[in-house]
């Protein structure tokens, strides 16, 4: 047991993380098991060690930015005999222990419209915001609304599809303050309802719909944080159906979550409890993917804004907790921050980016621009 923690602390040194240190992104252990958990459950063990209450860190924001910025799992991956050795021990000796306080097949929380009306700005907007000139959460995603609209050229009159609506925000914007009719499809029965019932008397309409049974002729489509659910395998027939939807002279906008390296597998933390089959492109896999089909008239990297839009959902998250403690517990609670802060600290690390892609079919004349807006209410 003693070599699993030395093995841990060795590693988080690397990094400048100290165990039982005195800064905020050092963490403090409560259970001796933590260790070889760890060892043998890697990012999973760490998450769920987290969750069961076994370690605390002040800040974990900076505890992920602290590993991601050392490149920890170059050091992981070191071929060091000694190493590999204490993870084979501590997966076979710790593996379905009796002695872990480890919830296994716990069922998975199913969050509500409660937790997110708590949680994020008051439009509901569950993506990252724009904050060039904002200083709160709510002008931020109007930034962010605003800067779609006008970099697909929306003008009264248009009809716009939105593959993954979300609660209706964006296309409650765009109805409002362009003229445009939007219909929007999500696979979220709750989503959708909330979106009826917050757009009603807009020209915008919902429906539960896989993107893939989607046909029609649009002038404009967006997709805000639906990608990283399509998986790599899926991609090019994601690009071929926004194809065939848009209109000869539309654009398509895209924004999506990013990473640096192309995978094909997702972290399994995160699988197992926030986003089921999720999956984050690589810059590879969507060049690929659009190749032939669209040509990519702008490409906007503003995964910074990620950090600030994640610790303001966290502030909302701790500053509300209270009133949703009878539908939800400590884990959860502690699940949840875990989530919220060590996502920002992947964007703060530049692991992770936030793209905005903006695609036509043939390309446009003269070139792409999106100074230039119609908006109804300036």
């Not at 987290?50 to 900076?62: H, R, S, V």
């Not at 005999?81 to 002695?99: D, E, G, I, T, W």
């Not at 967006?222 to 399509?230: A, D, L, P, T």
């Not at 993917?289 to 910074?304: R, T």
Request: glycine share 8%.
């Amino acid at each position: 047991m003693a070599d699993f923690k030395e093995t841990v602390s060795t590693l988080l040194e690397s990094v400048d993380i100290q165990v039982n240190g005195t800064r905020p992104f050092d963490i403090q252990v409560h259970n001796k098991l933590f260790y070889s958990r760890v060892l043998s459950g890697k990012s999973l063990g760490l998450g769920e060690s987290y969750m069961d209450g076994w370690w605390d860190c002040e800040a974990l924001d900076q505890f992920c930015y602290q590993m991601l910025w050392g490149r920890i799992d170059k050091q992981i991956k070191i071929k060091n005999p000694a190493f590999l050795l204490h993870v084979l021990r501590a997966y076979f000796l710790n593996a379905q222990s009796k002695k872990r306080a480890y919830i296994v097949g716990k069922e998975h929380y199913d969050t509500g419209n409660d937790l997110f009306a708590l949680m994020l700005d008051q439009r509901m907007i569950y993506s990252c915001g724009y904050w060039d000139g904002a200083n709160n959460l709510d002008q931020a995603q109007v930034n962010k609304l605003d800067l779609v609209c006008r970099k697909l050229h929306l003008k009264a009159g248009m009809k716009v599809l939105e593959i993954g609506s979300g609660w209706g925000g964006f296309a409650k914007y765009a109805a409002e303050n362009y003229g445009v009719s939007v219909h929007g499809v999500t696979v979220s029965k709750e989503q959708m309802e909330y979106a009826q019932e917050s757009c009603k008397g807009l020209d915008t309409s919902f429906e539960l719909k896989d993107y893939r049974d989607l046909y029609g002729a649009y002038d404009a489509i967006v997709s805000i944080g639906m990608f990283e659910h399509v998986g790599y395998k899926n991609y090019r027939d994601y690009m071929q159906v926004a194809r065939r939807c848009l209109d000869d002279n539309g654009l398509f906008l895209l924004h999506t979550i990013g990473r640096n390296t192309p995978s094909r597998s997702t972290d399994p933390w995160t699988n197992k409890y926030i986003f089921p089959n999720g999956m984050i492109p690589s810059p590879a896999q969507i060049s690929k993917s659009a190749q032939g089909l669209f040509v990519i008239e702008d490409w906007h990297n503003f995964g910074q804004d990620y950090d600030p839009t994640l610790m303001a959902w966290n502030e909302n998250f701790q500053k509300n907790y209270d009133g949703l403690k009878d539908k939800y517990d400590e884990r959860f609670k502690r699940m949840w921050e875990y989530y919220l802060l060590m996502c920002a600290g992947t964007f703060r690390s530049r692991r992770n980016q936030l793209w905005q892609l903006v695609l036509s079919k043939k390309g446009l004349k003269g070139g792409y621009s999106y100074q230039n807006a119609h908006r109804l209410n300036p």
